[in-house]
């Protein structure tokens, strides 16, 4: 049907999209361990300028293609919000309501980004900065799912409240190692011996994070029916968790010296937001919808991955 087409081309724009807001927190971190946060001195221009010319290097291009990549997300919300006011009559009542609370989001995380500029990237305003970059992430990707759902059937409340609660967990963790590194908390513990409760805090809550993760995962897989053949996903979510705690591991052996190393962590975190909110919003209904009304399989792969 023609509003299934709608939904799933707002689905593929919302999978894009939580595409681009990773590689925007990826790019975000790789500014911070290149210490380009500042690269550009103004905002929202660089240099005065849309396009640095004989001021670019490396930081100061880092700096420009994250905001360059926030500009592109920004507009691209817009459009989504434009295309379901279009076609509103066509699609559920939440969803305007929802993608302008997007926007409003967008908006807010780019004023913390010019604050994270004028006011000399303050550890508590970066922080936020990855809080709301982390929200949009985890919103964009159970929209993608919701999407794909022509009707209201839910997942099982225990699915649901599990996945949630794994969710909020690593996005917790994030945020403490975000916090720990705007501080340069982790540094200055293994150079100086100072701050070192803010590396031990987030060593300590990898744990029960992790397992948190295992308990959900498990149980779904011990369950059966639906849930389990949800298994190449929950079998990814236990692959990244193993990844990251390397990843973890490999940084502090290295002494944070490796830039892609703690880069690579930042962006396995990234993921796991981003599947976790996928697992916690997706339908069994809208996981088993037909090729007629969605099209054809290789439309949709984009939104379920």
């Not at 949009?136 to 599990?162: E, F, I, K, N, Y």
């Not at 639906?226 to 190449?232: A, I, K, L, S």
């Amino acid at each position: 049907m023609y509003l299934s087409r709608v939904r799933r081309r707002l689905a593929q724009l919302a999978a894009h999209l939580v595409v681009a807001l990773i590689a925007l927190v990826v790019i975000g971190g790789a500014t911070r361990v290149m210490e380009a946060g500042l690269a550009c001195p103004d905002w929202p221009l660089c240099y005065g300028s849309l396009l640095p010319g004989r001021q670019m290097n490396v930081q100061v291009f880092l700096e420009w293609f994250h905001r360059l990549d926030a500009f592109v997300v920004g507009v691209a919300l817009l459009v989504q919000l434009g295309a379901v006011l279009f076609w509103r009559s066509q699609l559920p009542g939440w969803l305007p309501w929802f993608c302008a609370g997007l926007v409003a989001l967008v908006l807010l995380q780019g004023a913390l980004g010019a604050l994270t500029v004028l006011q000399l990237l303050p550890s508590g305003v970066v922080t936020a900065h990855l809080a709301l970059a982390l929200t949009l992430v985890a919103a964009l990707s159970g929209l993608s799912q919701r999407l794909l759902s022509s009707s209201d059937m839910a997942s099982p409340l225990w699915w649901r409240l599990m996945g949630g609660a794994s969710l909020l967990a690593v996005t917790g963790q994030c945020l403490l190692g975000g916090r720990m590194a705007t501080a340069w908390a982790a540094q200055r513990c293994l150079h100086g011996g100072e701050a070192c409760q803010w590396l031990q805090l987030h060593r300590i809550s990898a744990t029960p994070v992790a397992v948190c993760l295992l308990i959900f995962v498990c149980t779904a897989l011990l369950v059966g029916g639906w849930p389990r053949r949800q298994w190449p996903f929950l079998i990814s979510v236990l692959a990244l968790v193993v990844t990251q705690i390397g990843l973890g591991f490999l940084t502090l052996q290295l002494g944070f010296s490796q830039p892609v190393v703690t880069v690579g962590h930042q962006l396995v975190a990234a993921l796991l937001v981003a599947l976790l909110a996928a697992l916690s919003f997706r339908s069994p209904e809208g996981s088993n919808l037909s090729l007629s009304a969605v099209g054809d399989a290789s439309s949709t792969e984009p939104c379920h991955g």
